[in-house]
């Protein structure tokens, strides 16, 4: 059953529909999301119904489709993209592959008028993707805009209060997306929805989830997410039925477990064991080079030290059970794993039903999912966002400086030291096309990027210039136009240790602890000028990745990569001022082995965050 008075998300499997249920949160809503094949029974006592855009094409087979029954419920129902699409499908309208595919930004012109868009003006930009448009209206249904490609691109039933349409009005692109749907919303009778109703209700959620008995089981890994699942399971089930285990993987931030202790020392929580597992996690990552495997095995390497620690604790409940075939052994009848995966790392490792797979998330790695599958898994914060997961943190009493640090992969500093054991491979040089106008060098490492749902696997170019800590326009344009137009490349970076082009020597390397120590002194540089500058806030994350390379034989560089973002499923490279960027380089350059600094300006898309 749906939460009485909520807005119903359908989710056909687009990445971008999942944006909604966020948004009608910040409107103020009550709003959940549902697999679209979700029957129109369990929706009873919904105030209204938006279906999700979603990759497929309705006349597909196999495409994802919804319960006819909704439209029997009487409540509004908006559908967005392939949610716009699909209603004119359902109800006897006809949908075609359209003659031209429009994607990105695009002019709708209105006519008539519509609650959904009283008062907005008659012609607006707003945000496509689509090939297939809706070329017949179904009975009882006008359109209400056009594009100069798409004769539907908006339809309404009045009478029903049944709404399509063809752009995506959940992003920030759209103009006054928000807007119509804060129309849409007031047409319904919903609940009202603020964050700390939501620990109400979340707290139900897990009461009814973990049962009277159940215990839970959390590892906590410093970063912001499992922190504050873990203060809220305290919260909601009591000391006694909530274990937590933080484990040092050595790929922590500087000072970061001391804070962690610090801070649950003020709010009087004391079920958290501290683990140094440094040696095993090193030991276990010993010549992997691979990020995808560098990732699985930290995953994994996590739940054997969450097994063997549990039981030497004597966990009641926490037993072998070789039936798993993951090395990991938790009895179900007793305990549940509890997670703090929050909304974007479900959706970035595929985990929403019908989104392709982007990255191996660790919190998703198998013997996870297994236990997922198996009920055995508990993750509160699951349809949160970052910034809803913060102010979550700071009403539980956790500190202002925990809760707004910037987030932290659970991998840590695992995925910001690339790794590499192939000099002569990486040493072949990739030839630059000729199209690239200033001083450059490609870089002898790949990282990971993202174009449209896929992944990428390719070269890093470094920009040289007279002045290196002076980021200039042409160097942002390059930045969105040499990922564009060169197929080897997916990042672009400006040397601000260098003037002009050097020659750079790989140095193979893995994931080791003097590798991380000195990461990590670079890192706690960063966060140092950050805070001095007064950025650290207005900046959303910023990874310091260490590169197999130098200017001398067994030399290695930094990587700055300062981002904003809302969601960090898209973020603009944060172009740092030349007196930022000339303090943090020459501190940086001070440090022994470090003999090249690098910002990286790329956007995301077609760069990633992180660089792996
Ligand atoms: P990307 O690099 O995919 O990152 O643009 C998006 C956000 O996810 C974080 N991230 C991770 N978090 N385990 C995590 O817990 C991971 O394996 C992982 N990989 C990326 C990243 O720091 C950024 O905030």
Redesign the pocket.
């Known amino acids: 059953m749906v939460h009485k008075g909520s807005i119903v998300i359908l989710d056909f499997g687009g990445q971008y529909a999942h944006l909604i249920a966020n948004r009608v949160r910040r409107l103020g809503a009550y709003s959940e999301i549902r697999v679209s094949e979700t029957p129109a029974k369990e929706l009873k006592g919904a105030a209204g119904i938006i279906l999700s855009g979603g990759p497929q094409s309705v006349y597909e087979k196999g495409s994802p489709t919804a319960d006819h029954g909704i439209f029997e419920l009487g409540i509004p129902i908006l559908g967005l993209c392939y949610g716009h699409q699909w209603l004119a499908h359902a109800l006897n309208g006809k949908v075609s592959p359209g003659k031209t595919k429009e994607y990105g930004h695009t002019m709708i012109e209105r006519s008539g008028e519509s609650p959904i868009f009283k008062g907005l003006p008659q012609i607006m930009t707003v945000w496509m993707s689509h090939g297939d448009e809706v070329t017949q209206l179904p009975k009882g249904f006008v359109a209400m805009a056009k594009s100069s490609v798409c004769s539907v691109a908006a339809m309404a039933n009045e009478s029903r209060k049944i709404y399509g349409l063809q752009f995506h009005i959940e992003v920030t692109h759209t103009e006054h997306g928000m807007e119509m749907l804060k129309k849409f919303v007031a047409l319904c009778k919903t609940t009202p929805w603020k964050i700390d109703s939501f620990v109400d209700y979340v707290g139900g959620q897990i009461k009814e989830e973990v049962g009277k008995s159940k215990k839970v089981f959390m590892l906590v890994?410093g970063?912001v997410d499992s922190t504050v699942a873990f203060t809220l399971l305290n919260k909601v089930l009591g000391p006694s039925r909530v274990q937590g285990m933080l484990v040092d993987t050595g790929l922590m931030r500087k000072d970061e477990v001391a804070q962690i202790r610090a801070a649950f020392k003020k709010l009087k929580i004391k079920n958290l064991h501290i683990e140094d597992a440094s040696d095993e996690f090193f030991k276990n990552l010993k010549g992997a080079t691979d990020p995808e495997q560098k990732?699985k095995i930290i995953g994994r390497t996590f739940l054997d030290v969450q097994q063997r620690v549990s039981e030497k604790m004597g966990l009641t409940g926490v037993k072998s059970d070789p039936s798993s075939g993951s090395g990991l052994k938790v009895k179900s009848d007793e305990w549940l794993l509890g997670q703090g995966t929050i909304y974007?790392?479900t959706i970035?490792t595929g985990g929403s039903r019908h989104a392709d797979q982007?990255?191996?998330?660790?919190?998703r790695v198998d013997a996870v999912q297994k236990m997922i599958d198996a009920g055995q898994v508990i993750e509160p914060l699951k349809e949160l966002y970052k910034d809803e997961v913060r102010m979550l943190g700071e009403e539980l009493g956790l500190p202002k400086e925990l809760v707004w640090r910037h987030?932290?992969?659970?991998?840590g500093l695992g995925?910001r030291i690339l790794c590499t054991n192939e000099v002569k491979r990486e040493k072949r040089k990739v030839k630059s096309d000729g199209s690239i106008s200033v001083p450059h060098e490609i870089l002898p490492v790949r990282s990971?990027g993202?174009q449209g749902d896929g992944r990428t696997y390719r070269h890093a170019v470094a920009l040289f210039s007279r002045h290196p800590c002076h980021v200039t326009p042409e160097h942002k344009a390059l930045a969105t136009s040499i990922p564009n137009t060169n197929k080897e490349i997916n990042r672009v970076l400006l040397c601000t240790s260098h003037d002009r082009p050097v020659e750079f020597t790989v140095t193979p390397g893995t994931v080791t602890r003097e590798r991380a120590e000195l990461l990590r002194e670079a890192d706690a540089i960063v966060s140092e000028e950050m805070r001095a500058a007064d950025l650290y806030g207005v900046i959303w994350?910023f990874?310091v990745v260490l590169l197999p390379f130098g200017t001398k034989k067994g030399g290695q560089s930094i990587v700055l990569r300062p981002i904003v973002s809302v969601d960090?499923m898209t973020?603009n490279a944060y172009l740092l001022e030349q007196s930022v960027l000339e303090t943090i380089t020459r501190r940086i350059l001070d440090l022994k082995g470090i003999d090249a600094v690098f910002l990286d300006l790329t956007n995301?898309p077609p760069g990633?965050?992180?660089w792996e």
């Open positions: 890994s970063g990732r974007p790392d970035e982007i990255k191996t998330h660790h919190n987030p932290f992969p659970g991998p995925v990971v993202v994350q990874p960090a973020a995301k990633t965050i992180e």
